[in-house]
């Protein structure tokens, strides 16, 4: 038992891009089984899994960002703040990375699921961030949260969801700042509208100095499975066609461009490159 592991260290990885400084952290994870997965039978995601050299997991990593620009501190995504017992690492791994949570003033959300709001605000809508000037979604993300019919019609675990992601919105109403598809939301950081998994999520594109990286939510929750075969589909996708053709799409142009990407769902916290591979993907970690 003695080399049974008591405590893990936050996991932290730091990049420049150009002018900014971007820090990766986990948030920890959720539980997460292929069961989730559409379009592809175990066998095959097995397969899939150990061609990349990745063992099976019943758990899907959550991350979250930190960037630095000019005067700015923002964050992207919240973590799953311990809701149903997942995530909720993010404030610790925040301290280790040597932030103040005091000090993040600005909020970009890539999308209102509770793996990457719960851990935004407390319960009766009390913020985590004190300091936030600016919350920063899709406006389609906005209108789907606070549509009270879809609310109503969802199954009740689904309502929970939408109760969730309303806390966050109402703990940010006066900051919040929606955008549109590719809109420029500070200098050097445009917003990429992926719709699909929800209507309004959305990556972060940030350029600087010739150097790049896109930060999304979730493109991917099974990275080497859906980069290979990018047409199987996530339980919790909204419109799983669209989502799959907007995968299709950025992974088209990552591997174009030769663009450095991460994301919420990859499964430590670190960045990768995208190469294509005939009419599929190949997913190379930067570790
Ligand atoms: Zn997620």
Redesign the pocket.
């Known amino acids: 038992m003695s080399s049974e592991r008591m405590f893990q260290a936050p996991e932290i990885s730091r990049y420049r891009v150009g002018e900014f400084a971007v820090t990766v952290l986990s948030d920890g994870s959720?539980d997460a089984s292929l069961d989730l997965l559409d379009g592809i039978d175990q066998d095959e995601a097995l397969s899939l899994l150990s061609a990349a050299d990745t063992s099976p997991s019943s758990h899907?990593n959550?991350n979250a960002f930190v960037i630095e620009a000019g005067a700015r501190t923002i964050l992207i995504d919240g973590g799953a703040g311990n809701l149903n017992g997942w995530g909720g690492r993010l404030m610790p791994a925040l301290i280790a990375a040597g932030y103040d949570p005091l000090q993040i003033d600005t909020i970009l959300l890539?999308?209102g699921?509770s793996?990457?709001v719960g851990g935004l605000a407390g319960p009766f809508a009390t913020k985590s961030f004190r300091n936030v000037e600016k919350f920063f979604l899709h406006q389609a993300e906005l209108n789907f949260w606070r549509n009270e019919e879809r609310r109503d019609a969802a199954p009740v675990a689904h309502q929970r969801l939408f109760d969730v992601a309303r806390n966050v919105l109402d703990a940010y109403q006066q900051q919040i700042t929606p955008f549109e598809d590719r809109d420029v939301l500070l200098p050097g950081i445009t917003a990429v509208h992926l719709p699909g998994?929800t209507p309004g999520h959305s990556g972060y594109l940030l350029e600087s100095e010739d150097d790049s990286l896109l930060i999304w939510?979730?493109v991917l929750?099974f990275p080497h499975i859906q980069v290979a075969r990018p047409d199987v589909t996530f339980a919790?996708d909204h419109n799983p066609g669209l989502a799959a053709k907007t995968r299709r799409m950025i992974l088209t142009e990552l591997s174009r461009n030769n663009r450095y990407v991460t994301g919420?769902?990859f499964n430590a916290p670190v960045r990768a490159k995208i190469e294509s591979d005939k009419d599929a993907f190949r997913l190379t970690y930067d570790l």
């Open positions: 959720l899907m959550i890539t999308h699921h793996d990457h998994h939510g979730d929750h919790f919420v769902h």
